[in-house]
């Protein structure tokens, strides 16, 4: 286990121009992370039955294979909208799942205008797991980041190398590992990779359709997205995120007439209004966050809510007409139902020759820490303990965004995410993999599947 513990202090401090100050933080966290977790690696032996051992073995044999897939995939392009990009990455996948005896469909996403999801299924006996995980990245065919770069024998770069490639070549090495040791048959298994995670099909309840049919049939869920880079975390609950758009409208007029009983405040104070409201009333409130991202007003606005407009008019007319958007994130379903509440009746109270109204968009669910999901964080953690790699615990919910699993959480007895290949700099071109989370974590999520058998 020498692969893990004994690492020169200068592969978490190269070339530090290159990095940004906290992709170097987070690495350092790590190195301490693996240095204190060595202290019980003494004791795998006697925490570990041997056919856990075997499997930790199998998971060591075959990462040079599981290496060399991540590559492959992540050196093709799969930004959301390159829907060729993002059906190569599938079928690539397909196939590893299939040498595991899986059943692979591609299900095409013309209905809700993205390139479609991988769904596999090897549905035997014991419990029923839905694994999950996506194949489109944030970065587009012009990107300049478009390959795999093998930075040391630690580290590596690419676009979707953590987010998330590298957690579904995760989820193939639990599952081989399970397989080297005739487990799989004791499992039954779902597997959806959603082909636009990063950005969601419309409408929403096709676009997640797969997904929320295979959380209705499973007990457990498990994601492997990234979480917050943190191996001594997991994420039991994802604040839920939805947008909304408010429009405003006031009487035109000169300027010179502002706040005249006839004429009004107009649009734009009207929207000011409404914005600091939002902020006095609701900023503080435990986990949630309400974010005006775009905005546009003046006599005339031409918007589009998610990419923002143009408005024209003059210093010395009174607006007329006011667009703007944003994101609300909540940490369960009462949250949000209590603040669209209030938002509405903020909007409601209008100054005098103004109006305005709210729209409520589709978006994630929220994902709450439930008993359920706290107990296979449990169990995850007592795996982690056991195989050396130290103890895991929650993860705030403000530091993980919202994710897949979160259309799961109403359906399943557990769930957890955040287990997938970790490193920092997610969504931006200094994207770079911790390569010693790729065996560390398939080992984990194997040997808690495997445990999940014998209960």
């Known amino acids: 286990m020498a692969f893990y513990f004994l690492i020169p202090i200068d592969t978490v401090s190269y070339n530090f121009n ?121 970065f587009p065919v012009d990107s300049p980041f478009q390959e795999f770069e093998l930075i040391d024998k630690h580290f590596a770069s690419g676009p979707g190398t953590t987010d998330m490639k590298g957690g579904n070549v995760v989820m193939l090495e639990a599952l081989r590992g399970l397989d080297a040791v005739d487990a799989l048959d004791d499992l039954s298994l779902t597997v959806v990779l959603t082909g636009d995670e990063e950005a969601s099909g419309e409408p929403l309840p096709l676009a997640r359709k797969s997904l929320i049919d295979a959380a209705k049939w499973a007990d457990i869920a498990i994601g492997f997205e990234d979480g917050d880079s943190n191996p001594a975390t997991a994420v039991i609950a994802r604040r839920g995120s939805v947008d909304w758009e408010l429009t ?80 609300l994130r909540t940490i369960s379903p009462q949250q949000l139902a209590k603040v669209q509440s209030e938002m509405l009746s903020i909007v409601a109270d209008s100054l005098p020759q103004t109006a305005a109204t709210i729209r409520f968009g589709e978006g994630y669910p929220p994902m709450s820490a439930t008993d359920g999901n706290r107990k296979l964080l449990s169990l995850f953690d007592e795996v982690s303990r056991d195989l050396g790699f130290g103890p895991v615990q929650a993860v705030d919910p403000r530091n993980a965004g919202a994710a897949d699993i979160s259309f799961t959480a109403a359906y399943v007895d557990m769930a957890i995410d955040g287990v997938g290949l970790m490193g920092s700099g997610g969504h931006t071109v200094d994207e770079i993999a911790d390569l010693r989370t790729l065996p560390m974590n398939a080992k984990r999520v194997g040997v808690l599947l495997l445990r999940l058998i014998e209960r």
Not at 102 to 108: A, H, L, Y
Not at 115 to 133: D, E, Q
Not at 269 to 292: C, D, H, M, S, W
């Open 248 to 327: 405003v409208t006031g009487k035109p007029a000169h300027s010179s007439q502002i706040f005249q009983p006839e004429v009004g405040f107009g649009a734009i104070y009207e929207a000011a209004r409404i914005l600091n409201a939002f902020r006095e009333q609701l900023a503080g409130k435990k986990l949630l966050t309400v974010n005006p991202g775009i905005i546009s007003g003046g006599t005339t606005v031409n918007y589009e809510a998610g990419s923002g407009g143009s408005a024209t008019g003059k210093d010395n007319v009174i607006a007329q007409t006011l667009r703007a958007s944003g994101d």
């Open 18 to 138: 290159k990095f940004s100050f906290m992709g170097i933080v987070m690495r350092l966290a790590f190195l301490v992370f693996l240095v204190f977790s060595s202290s019980s690696s003494i004791a795998r032996a006697q925490s570990t039955d041997a056919r856990e051992r075997a499997l930790l073995a199998a998971v060591d044999n075959n990462y040079d294979h599981a290496l060399q897939l991540l590559e492959q995939t992540v050196d093709i392009n799969s930004g959301t909208y390159n829907f060729p990009g993002v059906r190569l990455v599938g079928e690539r996948f397909m196939q590893e799942f299939a040498a595991l005896g899986f059943d692979t469909t591609w299900q095409p996403g013309d209905e809700f205008h993205r390139a479609g999801h991988v769904v596999a299924t090897r549905h035997r006996k014991g419990p029923k797991v839905l694994l999950i995980g996506h194949l489109d990245t944030v």
